[in-house]
């Protein structure tokens, strides 16, 4: 298993930007497809983005398309997820999540290693 360390969360106004980053330990990285998932109070853990190992494929949640930009640098061992036109709507713990698998999927059940999470809010 791999561990993974969110940061970059924070509080911000709606239609700004906050970029979250995920290190992870080890020296596999690039052995790993990379997700995030958010989670609101009340809610069911939401997909949001997935990146394959190499970074050449990547997959979004619906509500977050053309909004958000999955990325990563093998070289650092991060993944990163750049948020744009944020909305209050957004607003959730964001986990980072791995996978050792080529493929990025969307189905949380896929992954096998989850980050502590780092809160995101976005106010109106």
């Known amino acids: 298993q791999v561990q993974l360390v969110e940061s970059g969360g924070g509080l911000v106004q709606a239609g700004g930007s906050l970029r979250l980053s995920c290190t992870a330990s080890g020296r596999t990285f690039s052995a790993y497809a990379m997700g995030w998932f958010r989670q609101a109070p009340g809610k069911e853990r939401e997909f949001v983005a997935a990146?394959?190992?190499?970074?050449?494929?990547?997959v979004y949640g619906d509500s977050v398309k053309g909004r958000f930009t999955i990325s990563r640098d093998n070289a650092k061992n991060t993944v990163y997820l750049q948020m744009d036109r944020l909305k209050p709507e957004d607003t959730a713990v964001y986990y980072c999540?791995?996978?050792?698998?080529?493929?990025?999927?969307?189905?949380?059940?896929?992954?096998?290693?989850w980050g502590q999470g780092t809160q995101v809010t976005v106010s109106s």
């Open positions: 999540t791995a996978r050792m698998a080529p493929a990025p999927l969307r189905d949380y059940a896929s992954y096998g290693s």
């Open positions: 990146i394959s190992w190499s970074g050449d494929s990547t």
